[in-house]
């Protein structure tokens, strides 16, 4: 492949690495792909392309989206764990992204570092993809925006609700509101706030609450994730002390407006950043969400291996 080539390899690292026009395609793509499926097509755009998902933190969805996508699409994933490669016994990861690239199609990286899905996409002959880091979970967004889209058409102008931990995922709800022009309400303790520097080039359309209630009130989409994130264990019972009174349950919903949507990005911990009987309430999509993993990576898929090409 030549310097030039290379050069034009596109990434998706954080969302900020699409326009907003190609992201707005991307999940009305999703949407599209979705019906063809539903409806028994076969579309096999990516026959004799070969995944690399290398994965350093365990997963169901993204390995189960990324992998199903890629076999409807024709063409095959390739399931990688620290244990079964040199990635894991200190080979550098600009050697491995040299290698790897050279034999596959495109990349896809769970991993605990940012840093290191930056350092192989630097190094990489063929298009990376973020399936999570410590900082950010962009294709857990597009999944999101596609199912708002779908539920109750653009989220342009809307108010979205993050409640609980200043994660990856609130960082990249903040990417969101950016490039989906929507505004963010972001609650949760001050010692759990999210990226000080994205909030304050976001200032324009991201507000950080201390109170839940006040957050949600009137808001379009209700948002939380896990209180104690993979590799967060060992502060499980410090976490729960902090966050309590930022349990989304339905009467913390009922303070949104009347067609509010809450969302999961799962798994949920019962009880815990959601009530017993939240997942049950008509206003929950989190498994509609889930689903859409799939769509919306193809999709994804697509754009970068099809319409890049």
């Known amino acids: 492949m030549s310097a030039a080539n290379t050069m034009t390899t596109r990434h998706f690292l954080t969302l900020l690495d699409m326009t907003p026009a190609e992201l707005q395609g991307i999940i009305e793509r999703a949407t599209e792909l979705k019906h063809m499926r539903n409806n028994?097509?076969?579309?096999?755009?990516l026959k004799n392309r070969v995944m690399a998902m290398i994965f350093e933190k365990a997963s169901t969805r993204t390995r189960v989206s990324f992998e199903s996508g890629m076999a409807q699409f024709g063409g095959h994933a390739m399931f990688l764990s620290p244990r079964d490669t040199q990635l894991g016994r200190g080979e550098p990861i600009e050697d491995s992204a040299r290698v790897i690239s050279s034999m596959?199609?495109?990349v896809m990286i769970r991993t605990f570092s940012h840093?290191?899905?930056?350092t192989f996409a630097a190094h990489s002959r063929v298009p990376v993809i973020n399936a999570l880091t410590d900082d950010y979970h962009p294709c857990q967004l597009l999944a999101d925006m596609q199912t708002f889209h779908e539920l109750r058409g653009s989220i342009k102008g809307k108010t979205v609700v993050w409640v609980g931990d200043?994660?990856?995922?609130c960082n990249s709800y903040i990417n969101a509101a950016k490039q989906f022009d929507f505004n963010l309400h972001i609650a949760c303790p001050d010692e759990f706030a999210p990226n000080a520097?994205?909030?304050?080039?976001n200032g324009d359309r991201v507000r950080v609450f201390n109170d839940p209630e006040e957050a949600v009130a009137g808001a379009h989409m209700v948002y939380t994730d896990v209180w104690a994130s993979m590799g967060q264990e060992e502060e499980q019972k410090q976490r729960l002390?902090?966050?309590r009174g930022y349990q989304v349950s339905p009467a913390l919903m009922d303070l949104a407006a009347k067609d509010a949507l809450f969302m999961h990005c799962l798994p949920a911990h019962r009880g815990e950043e959601i009530s017993e009987d939240m997942m049950d309430d008509p206003r929950c999509v989190a498994f509609h969400q889930a689903e859409n993993r799939l769509h919306a990576q193809k999709a994804l898929l697509e754009f970068l291996l099809v319409k890049q090409a």
């Open 197 to 201: 520097e994205l909030v304050l080039k």
């Open 115 to 118: 840093e290191t899905v930056e």
């Open 241 to 243: 002390r902090e966050f």
């Open 40 to 45: 028994g097509e076969i579309y096999e755009p």
């Open 104 to 106: 596959v199609d495109v």
């Open 166 to 169: 200043g994660n990856n995922m």
